[in-house]
């Protein structure tokens, strides 16, 4: 497969040849070879460009080992490229809980997933995400004991799922929120902004306000992708 990605930058780079520029120096260099192969069974998808992209899920790989996750959850799957990018990068008898409402894009997936060998440490969920994280908490013994999150879902419940989440993660844990500057959208004046990112807008806006004055955690808004803020739970 050729090293290039698959749709134009979704990232806010001053040029797409820059962009390039760090996906074949940092990126592709040190990506699974059964992630390249999801990539490309994504680019097939009419929605490609809701996948995580690369440079990002590199990141989160990152974060995934410093944090040392064995016990994650992931809200919004799409094709399952950050989730396998997960579950390569956590233990063999570390577990995923991954809920999305579209199994169909997820099972586009998931031979590649299963050639990889990583099905066993994925539980996958069809579903709206806040019934599942509500189930969580309903057993204490899942209250603060989950390493790592990833949220790419509906921006208008962000809120609610970071409420919940910082149930479940542990101290120390992490969460990181996609789609954090939806398309710059959040810095243009209205009137520059197409009429169907609006309320995506909206929703994310009053995200990262309400994520800039928790002070249950530390946060940093990365320009990596569509922009991608990262939370540490500090209490």
């Known amino acids: ?102 199994r169909q894009a997820y099972e586009m997936g998931l031979p590649v997933i299963k050639k990889a060998g990583m099905d066993h440490k994925i539980d996958f969920m069809e579903s709206a995400a806040l019934p599942v994280l509500e189930k969580l908490l309903e057993s204490e013994t899942n209250e603060r004991s989950f390493d790592f999150a990833y949220v790419d879902a509906d921006k208008v419940n962000y809120w609610n799922y970071h409420e919940r989440l910082m149930k479940l993660l542990r101290p120390g844990g992490i969460v990181c929120y996609d789609n954090t500057l939806w398309g710059g959208t959040v810095a243009m004046p209205e009137e520059s902004v197409p009429e169907w990112m609006e309320a995506g807008k909206k929703w994310t806006i009053e995200f990262n306000e309400r994520i800039a004055a928790d002070s249950r955690v530390q946060i940093c808004l990365a320009p990596l992708g569509d922009g991608i803020t990262i939370c540490r739970r500090i209490k």
């Open 1 to 102: 497969m050729e090293n290039k990605a698959s749709s134009p930058s979704k990232g806010l780079l001053q040029s797409e040849e820059l962009y390039q520029y760090v996906l074949e120096k940092s990126v592709f260099p040190r990506e699974a070879e059964f992630l390249k192969g999801l990539r490309e069974v994504t680019a097939a998808h009419p929605r490609a460009t809701m996948a995580t992209a690369p440079d990002a899920g590199q990141m989160i790989a990152m974060l995934l080992s410093l944090v040392g996750a064995k016990r994650t959850i992931e809200i919004g799957v799409f094709t399952g490229y950050s989730l396998l990018l997960t579950a390569l990068s956590i233990p063999d008898d570390g577990k995923i809980i991954a809920v999305d409402l579209n």
